[in-house]
């Protein structure tokens, strides 16, 4: 059985011009990745070719599974899944400035046609998703996000990767930065409302008390990267395995570089649900466990590199940080 994935909308939100200053600075990651603006907004289009395509077409519907949804969801046979398509190689713009590819919507093919169901995706301003989740926007939100025991107060995480942070500077390292000790006193830009953004404030009340980093919180990760292109920021703190993809990508690899030998305080990411909506998350958890045993898991992981970030088990809540 094929993937089934309904039409891609793409919501324009703030720092779209700076992102296609990015663009045009350099030979930007994942081809149109970052053309999605307001033009890209404007339309649904269908999905493209992604690289984890061929172990999706293998994906069977399985009628017990689907038994395990929501009426309301089984009924109509789709859901909402909200996303910030501005995060490779997690999720980014294809060469048509709407379509949205990546490991997670490989990973969504997957899981919906293992459900049996469609779904759309909707591209949003990343501290935008989680109040959509609880304006019942989206029935799910699928966009990298890291599972913290300060979100699982008001969320429930159905864990699907385990991904390391990054210090992403530019390249050359000029400032000769190692560790999160030389970010103390130093201006430092980062995505805001995300994981990354509340490691830097506990550093300022931990290894840098005596010299904060001076924090700047921007809509999207490539906002913080043009604060290290002009200068205006020495690092962008970040998740792994999009600082590296950056660092590789952008400018033919010449502008950026990740400072860290080794990923810092590695955490799981999670697909986010409603507290309530326990239902769908069981469900959910069921079909990511199903294709972890019979390998397609793990087949689309090695489509994008990222097998490195690979778990054994789809597990609930069961970040610690």
């Not at 690289?51 to 009924?75: C, F, K, Q, T």
């Amino acid at each position: 059985m094929s993937a089934r994935r309904s039409s891609l909308t793409s919501r324009p939100f703030p720092g779209a011009a700076l992102v296609l200053a990015v663009a045009a600075f350099t030979a930007a990651c994942g081809g149109g990745s970052n053309s999605g603006g307001e033009e890209g907004a404007a339309a649904g289009s269908t999905a493209g070719s992604t690289a984890g395509g061929e172990a999706v077409a293998e994906v069977e519907a399985d009628p017990e599974l689907n038994a395990m949804l929501p009426a309301d969801i089984s009924d109509a046979g789709t859901l909402e899944v909200g996303t910030e398509a501005l995060y490779p190689p997690y999720e980014y713009l294809d060469e048509d400035g709407q379509t949205i590819i990546g490991l997670d919507p490989d990973l969504l093919d997957a899981i919906t046609s293992r459900l049996g169901v469609e779904y759309t995706l909707t591209n949003t301003a990343f501290d935008g998703l989680l109040p959509a989740l609880d304006g019942d926007r989206f029935d799910v939100v699928a966009a990298a996000v890291t599972d913290t025991t300060a979100r699982q107060q008001n969320y429930d995480f159905v864990d699907y990767f385990l991904a390391g942070q990054a210090i992403v500077v530019a390249a050359g390292n000029p400032e000769g930065i190692a560790g999160v000790e030389d970010l103390c006193g130093q201006p430092v830009s980062v995505l805001i409302s995300s994981a990354q953004e509340e490691l830097l404030n506990r550093f300022n009340q931990e290894e840098c008390a005596a010299d904060p980093i001076e924090i700047t919180a921007l809509p999207t990760d490539q906002d913080a990267l043009l604060q290290v292109q002009s200068g205006r920021a020495v690092a962008s703190f970040t998740q792994e395995p999009v600082g590296r993809y950056n660092a590789a990508q952008i400018a033919g690899g010449n502008a950026f570089e990740v400072a860290n030998t080794a990923p810092l305080f590695p955490s799981p990411l999670g697909y986010v649900f409603d507290k309530e909506d326990t239902q769908l998350r069981n469900a959910w958890q069921a079909a990511l466990q199903s294709l972890i045993e019979d390998g397609t898991y793990t087949e689309i992981l090695e489509s994008h590199g990222l097998e490195s970030g690979a778990v054994d088990e789809a597990t609930i809540n069961a970040g610690t940080q």
